[in-house]
C-alpha cells in the first residue's frame, strides 16, 4: 500500500521508443523501469486520445462511456455531431472515487476535463479547452495562482500541424516548461493523495517532426537539422520528470503511462472517395476541389454509407427507420455491414499491395455500446493510414493530409511504468490493458475497486 500514488501522463509515448530505441538515454524512466515493472499497455480501441484517457481514468471502455472519438453522432440525423467534453462523461472518474473517500487529487492536462467539474482537489483543463479566456481551473481561483507563476498558461501549441517547424517546436518546449513548472508548484502547495500530470508535447512533436527521424517514412529528409528534434524533447521530458520524481517522497506510488503509441504515417485512404468508386456513396454533384463531406450534397435516397476521416475511420451505414432516408433494409443490415467490412479488408495501397486494414464491429470488441456507435470502425494498413474523409479529392490515395501536415499515426500500444512500494516483481510485464490503470490506482491506496470497473488491478 502507498500513501500516494503519482501519474506522470505522457501523451503518445510508445514502446518502441521508450523501451528500445532510447532507453539507454532517457534516464529517469529506465530507472523507474529498473526498479519496478514495465510492459506495453494496449489501449482503447480506437487508440485516439478521446476515447482513451477516459477509459484509462475511469476503467470504462469506449462502448460503457458512450463516445468513439472527439466528436459523435448525437443522434441518427445526418448532421448532428457533438464534441465530447467532460459533460458527457457520466461514469466516475478516479479522482470522482478518491473524492468520495475524502482523498484530495490534484489533476492536470488530464484530456475530457473542460469544463472543469468540482472534485475535492484541484484541477488545471487540457489541450481540449477552447482558450485560456475560458474557465480552465477548480477551484476558478486557482486560475490566477496559475497565471501568477507562468503568466499566460499554455493549455495546447497554436497548430501543430505546420510547416512553421520552427515556431511549432518553441511552442512545444514552451508548453511543457510551464506545465512542469505548474505541477511543481502544486506538488508541494497542495495536500494531495493522488496527483496526475498529462503532457501533450509528445504528440504534438510525433506528427509535426516523425518524418524527419525515421529514415523508413515515405518523406524522410536525410540531414535534416530536424533530425535529432524528438530525441531531444524525449531528453528535456525525461529531465523534467526526474524534477518531479526527486520531490515525489519514498512512499509515493509512480506511474508513468501513455494512452496510445506512435508510427510514421504512410498516406491517407479517402474514405468517401473509395465508397463512391463502389457506388455506395452518391453525390448530386462532384466537387472539382477538395471539400470537407459536410460541405457538399448528399443524395441520401440512392446512398448506402458513408465516413469520417481521422486516424482512424468510422463508417455509417444508411439504414431504414434509423436514418432520416435509410436505404438499407434492417432485415440486410448485418449482410451489408459485413460486404463492407469485407472489401475494406483487401484494400491495397497506391502500388497495388496488400495494406493489411483490420475493421471492428463495436458490438464484438464492447461489452455494452452505448450512444451512436460507428457501424463500423476501421484502422487502414493497421493504423499505417490515416483516413480522410473530405470529397473532391479524385483518388483514393493520397499523401498529404486534408487537415495540414500530419507524419505519424497513433499505434495501439503505449507504456505502463510502476514502482511503488511493496512491488513483489520487477521487469518486463505482458497482458496490461489501459482500463487497468483506474484500478491499479485504488488498489495502490488500500482502497476497494467499484465492481463496475472493467480493468484489473496490477499488482507486480
Not at 18 to 35: I, P, T, Y
Not at 396 to 401: L, M, P, S, V
Request: proline fraction near 5%; aromatic fraction near 10%.
Amino acid at each position: 500500500m502507498a500513501e500516494k500514488v503519482l501519474i506522470l501522463g505522457l501523451d503518445c509515448a510508445p514502446p518502441e521508443l521508450v523501451f528500445d530505441r532510447w532507453a539507454g538515454d532517457l534516464k529517469n524512466l529506465g530507472s523507474l523501469m529498473e526498479k519496478g515493472i514495465y510492459g506495453e499497455l494496449e489501449s482503447t480501441i480506437p487508440p485516439i486520445t478521446v476515447p482513451a484517457w477516459t477509459s484509462m481514468m475511469t476503467g470504462k471502455s469506449p462502448g460503457t462511456l458512450g463516445f468513439y472519438g472527439f466528436r459523435n453522432r448525437a443522434n441518427y440525423s445526418y448532421d448532428g455531431m457533438l464534441f465530447a467534453n467532460s459533460l458527457y462523461v457520466k461514469e466516475d472518474t478516479v479522482w470522482d472515487v478518491l473524492s468520495r473517500e475524502r482523498k484530495r487529487s490534484v489533476v492536470i492536462g488530464v484530456p475530457q476535463t473542460y469544463p472543469p467539474k468540482p472534485l475535492n482537489g484541484c484541477l488545471i483543463t487540457s489541450f481540449l479547452t477552447p482558450d485560456t479566456t475560458c474557465q480552465y481551473t477548480y477551484p476558478p481561483e486557482l486560475r490566477g495562482e496559475v497565471e501568477a507563476l507562468v503568466g499566460e498558461y499554455l493549455i495546447d501549441v497554436d497548430n501543430f500541424r505546420t510547416d512553421e517547424k520552427d515556431h511549432l517546436l518553441r511552442q512545444i518546449y514552451e508548453m511543457t516548461e510551464r506545465r512542469f513548472r505548474v505541477a511543481k508548484h502544486l506538488m508541494t502547495t497542495q495536500r494531495w493523495d493522488f496527483f496526475i500530470v498529462v503532457e501533450i508535447g509528445l504528440d504534438r512533436i510525433h506528427h509535426g517532426f516523425w518524418k524527419f527521424f525515421d529514415k523508413g517514412h515515405r518523406k524522410y529528409q536525410p540531414g535534416s537539422k530536424y533530425e535529432g528534434v524528438i530525441k531531444d524533447y524525449y531528453l528535456y521530458l525525461d529531465q523534467q520528470v526526474g524534477e518531479i520524481l526527486s520531490m515525489a517522497g519514498k512512499d509515493t506510488a509512480i506511474i508513468a503511462v501513455s494512452d496510445h503509441g506512435a508510427k510514421r504515417m504512410e498516406g491517407g485512404i479517402c474514405i468517401n472517395e473509395w465508397l463512391m468508386e463502389k457506388g455506395y456513396l452518391i453525390l448530386e454533384e462532384r466537387p472539382r476541389e477538395m471539400v470537407p463531406l459536410s460541405n457538399v450534397k448528399i443524395d441520401w435516397d440512392r446512398t448506402t454509407a458513408w465516413g469520417e476521416g481521422g486516424y482512424y475511420c468510422r463508417l455509417f451505414l444508411n439504414v431504414k427507420g434509423r436514418e432520416p432516408k435509410g436505404t438499407i433494409e434492417r432485415s440486410r443490415y448485418d449482410e451489408v455491414r459485413e460486404m463492407l467490412k469485407r472489401e475494406l479488408e483487401d484494400l491495397t495501397d497506391d502500388k497495388g499491395n496488400h495494406i493489411g486494414t483490420r475493421v471492428f464491429k463495436p458490438e464484438e470488441i464492447y461489452p455494452v455500446v452505448k450512444g451512436v456507435a460507428p457501424d463500423l470502425i476501421v484502422y487502414f494498413g493497421n493504423l499505417r493510414w490515416r483516413s480522410v474523409g473530405s470529397v473532391g479529392i479524385g483518388s483514393i490515395h493520397t499523401f498529404e493530409n486534408d487537415t495540414g501536415p500530419d507524419d505519424a499515426n497513433h499505434s495501439q500500444h503505449g507504456i505502463f511504468i510502476m514502482k511503488a512500494p511493496g512491488i513483489k516483481t520487477r521487469g518486463k510485464a505482458s497482458g496490461l490493458h489501459i482500463m487497468d490503470v483506474a484500478p491499479t490506482v485504488l488498489h495502490l491506496l488500500g482502497l476497494r475497486i467499484p465492481e463496475d470497473m472493467e480493468g484489473q488491478a496490477i499488482e507486480g
